[in-house]
């Protein structure tokens, strides 16, 4: 087959003929989005080949594969991604550029797919590049959203969301997959009966069928011919699965299963729906995963030999007794044999240690939506409670260890159950797993717990995203880092070197000039590309503090207001965020964001001090623009709540600075680069725990002794703004300031002022900057990756 990439000419030659084909016109008389899709057809039929490749040679070679469930793959756009990884983009642009075309338009025709909400989306995506990079065999799970999460619009300062539209030109990556559909069953009632041989059988017998369909996308590794799946589950109306009386209802309860991420869970349909598309993307996953293993190796015995499921969160646990369910009723296996195969299969990533995010679904739920799934896990926890009894002598972790518990299925414990290896995403976070939030399970079977830090894929979020900064590493210390990561830590010869420095400067003063045009167009607000740029961008969450900024950036404008000889440097503070739809305390901080920033930015004698940006519909796409423009990477959670955070990576590898607590992935940030080369601020973890373990830090005290905190806080209902923000107010002082925002307010005003410090001095800054880029290497999710292939998953490299 011609290779359509292999020069301009072939290309320029393919892609016009394509445009008459499908579209009857002339290149010139095609519409861009029409441009766009046949560039990215070219790409993915390019694509297929490789996968067509990969799947043989996996076959032959009877390789063992890794799968990756997960709720989220913020995939990004994929088109510059593609044509990078393929080795063809300056192919692409020259023949388009020969054909009148920008190939930068035709990028901005595409939509982030909305399969996400964070970083556990964003997570999954580094790691799919990093496997397919690494020519390791592993592959996604995940639901075809049809509307993603949201769309975020600010009216009269307050989110508003609507449809996230993404796949209005449809997904151009995708293909179709009919001959994999799977049936998936819910409710009903379960028959049992012996057969004659004394075989117990089981039969479901459901009141609600959904067909699951699978679409298929490309993923491509960059420099590797290896190209693995991500395979997306549609919800489709079943085969005679109702009657025409009830077909509407029908029919809108199958497709609200692929409707949005997340769905609004303050109900109970809400939570219900939830629960369904859990169960859906697992059991059509799982049961293609079997088809596609019984198809090569014609038994399941050795299916955890061949197969390694990694459960990203909670969300895809009911992978446990949905193969037991298929081990069991649908292939014969008794509960032991069952159950070794599912434990050496099943891995589990825990990202969270906040008790109330782990998962947990009222028992009357999972029995009247998936009767035979409950069974099953009635007898793991009775097995389990048993074991726990009787092999480790501790009845009294029975209630801290079971899974069904208050009238609860504690999703967690199931995982921990039912998983051969537990890991935490940062060293941190693992520490706390095994010292606190897990603790009773780490006494009864420590070797399954290890700790994976996350990573982010240099390939996007350098190579791609920061072209400028990406040409300098490479002139001076080569391009060895393109393929090896860690090699960035060459550059640590050349920190102190004054040209080096100057030219980082100078290139990040190129990145900010992007930004600043990205935010004129957008907002229509004009910024200063000389101030500092200080961003926060990520989900909008109490525990991660975005309100302890925008208290510091109240408390400053009072200051400068009072005293007109007191002036800040010029700073220019940006924030990104969604909240979720009904998580009222975070759309409470996004509006007071806007009324302060209102205030602030149309203030003539503080403007030129400060800008307050607000930024709407914080995606991929625009956090490529944030973390290479950024002088400064808040990462401010409170300590010891955040698992992990990988923007903080995402920036540090762009040449910001952290200010943040002593949290998360922060801490082995500052190992890397020292605390010289970071500002950290602000209470440790122990320090927290032992001041509320101990009831020593009362709100109340604070408030009523502090003058500066005094006045933000009664700012915030006592006439400053036109609107009071009562349940912020309650938050901090009836709920006893639960993320110690009062108590680190002091300590974050101080590392604020420290970060200007060092920016005026320029050379010390361009210094601190180069070494957080030098040391960034390790938090590639390429080095992730192969410790979990090491430790976990025990997959090989694909020779192609």
Not at 92 to 113: R, Y
Not at 180 to 204: I, L, P, Q, R
Not at 708 to 732: K, M, Q, S, T, W
Request: proline content about 2%; aromatic content about 10%.
């Amino acid at each position: 087959m011609t290779n359509v990439f292999e020069n301009k000419e072939i290309f320029k030659e393919e892609y016009q003929r394509r445009i008459i084909e499908h579209y009857g016109r002339s290149i010139d008389q095609a519409h861009i989005t029409e441009k766009f899709m046949i560039l990215g057809e070219m790409i993915r039929d390019h694509a297929s080949i490789h996968w067509y490749e990969s799947k043989n040679a996996i076959q032959e070679g009877q390789e063992k594969q890794m799968y990756y469930f997960s709720m989220e793959f913020l995939m990004g756009r994929l088109l510059t991604n593609n044509l990078m990884n393929m080795g063809v983009y300056d192919v692409v642009n020259q023949g388009l550029s020969e054909l009148s075309i920008n190939i930068h338009e035709l990028e901005d025709i595409e939509t982030d797919a909305g399969l996400g909400n964070g970083g556990l989306g964003r997570l999954a995506a580094c790691f799919l590049d990093s496997l397919a990079s690494l020519q390791y065999p592993g592959h996604g799970n995940c639901i075809r959203y049809e509307y993603g999460l949201f769309k975020q619009k600010i009216e009269n300062k307050e989110q508003v969301e609507v449809p996230d539209c993404w796949m209005r030109l449809g997904n151009v990556w995708e293909i179709r997959k009919p001959k994999h559909a799977v049936d998936v069953k819910f409710g009903g009632h379960v028959n049992m009966w012996m057969d004659a041989s004394g075989k117990t059988k089981v039969e479901h017998i459901p009141s609600f069928v959904v067909r699951a369909m699978p679409y298929d996308m490309p993923i491509v590794g960059a420099g590797a011919k290896l190209t693995n799946t991500l395979r997306l589950w549609s919800s489709e109306v079943a085969d005679d699965a109702c009657n025409a009386i009830n077909l509407n209802d029908y029919v809108n309860e199958v497709h609200e299963i692929c409707r949005n991420v997340y769905p609004d869970d303050s109900t109970e349909h809400g939570k219900i729906l939830r629960l369904k598309q859990q169960y859906f993307f697992v059991a059509a996953g799982l049961n293609s995963i079997i088809a596609s293993h019984l198809k090569a190796y014609g038994t399941l015995d050795n299916f955890a030999e061949k197969v390694a499921i990694q459960l990203n969160d909670t969300h895809p646990v009911l992978c446990i007794p949905e193969l037991m369910r298929l081990l069991m009723d649908e292939y014969q296996y008794e509960w032991d044999d069952a159950w070794t195969i599912v434990k050496d299969t099943f891995a589990y990533t825990n990202h969270t240690v906040m008790n109330e995010a782990l998962e947990k679904w009222q028992m009357q739920y999972v029995q009247e939506l998936l009767p035979r799934i409950y069974m099953i896990i009635e007898e793991i926890d009775r097995r389990f409670r048993y074991r726990i009894t009787h092999q480790y002598g501790r009845e009294d972790l029975i209630e801290k260890c079971a899974i069904l518990q208050h009238g609860q299925v504690h999703m967690a414990n199931l995982a921990i159950i039912g998983s051969h290896s537990i890991n935490g995403v940062a060293a941190l976070h693992t520490e706390i797993l095994k010292d606190d939030v897990m603790k009773h399970f780490y006494a009864i079977c420590p070797q399954k717990f290890n700790n994976k830090t996350n990573g982010i894929t240099h390939r996007r979020w350098l190579l791609n995203a920061n072209p400028q900064l990406s040409s300098l590493l490479k002139k001076t210390i080569g391009g060895k880092f393109v393929k090896e990561p860690l090699n960035l830590i060459e550059l640590m010869k050349y920190v102190d070197n004054k040209k080096i420095q100057t030219n980082f400067l100078e290139i990040k003063l190129e990145r900010k000039k992007i930004l600043a045009a990205y935010i004129k167009k957008t907002m229509n607000i004009e910024v200063d590309v000389t101030s500092i740029f200080d961003i926060q961008s990520k989900r909008l969450h109490a525990y991660k503090r975005q309100l302890l900024s925008i208290l510091n950036i109240l408390d400053l404008y009072f200051h400068m207001k009072e005293d007109p000889n007191f002036r800040i440097y010029p700073r220019t503070i940006i924030f990104a965020a969604k909240a979720a739809p009904s998580y009222i305390f975070a759309k409470e901080v996004i509006k007071l964001i806007h009324y302060v920033a209102d205030m602030v930015n149309h203030d003539t004698e503080i403007a030129d001090y400060m800008k307050i940006i607000f930024l709407p519909n914080y995606g991929v796409s625009m956090a490529e623009l944030l973390t290479t423009a950024a002088d400064v990477s808040e990462q401010i959670s409170t300590a010891g709540k955040e698992g992990s955070g990988t923007s903080n990576m995402k920036f540090m590898m762009n040449g910001a600075i952290t200010c943040g607590t002593y949290d998360g992935a922060n801490v082995e940030i500052v190992e890397r680069v020292g605390f010289d080369n970071a500002v950290i601020f602000g209470l440790r973890r122990e320090e927290v725990m032992h001041l509320k373990n101990e009831n020593l830090y009362h709100a109340s005290d604070v408030y009523k002794n502090d003058v500066a905190i005094h006045r933000v806080i009664d700012g915030l209902i006592h006439g400053i703004f036109p609107v009071d923000f009562r349940i912020i107010f309650n938050e901090l002082l009836n709920k006893n300031d639960e993320y110690m925002v009062m108590a680190d307010f002091h300590a974050y005003q101080e590392a604020f002022f420290k970060i200007e410090e060092y920016y005026k001095d320029r050379m010390r800054w361009a210094r601190m900057c180069l070494v957080n880029i030098a040391q960034s290497g390790f938090f590639s999710s390429d080095r992730t990756i192969e410790q979990y292939v090491e430790d976990i998953w025990h997959i090989h490299k694909i020779q192609m």
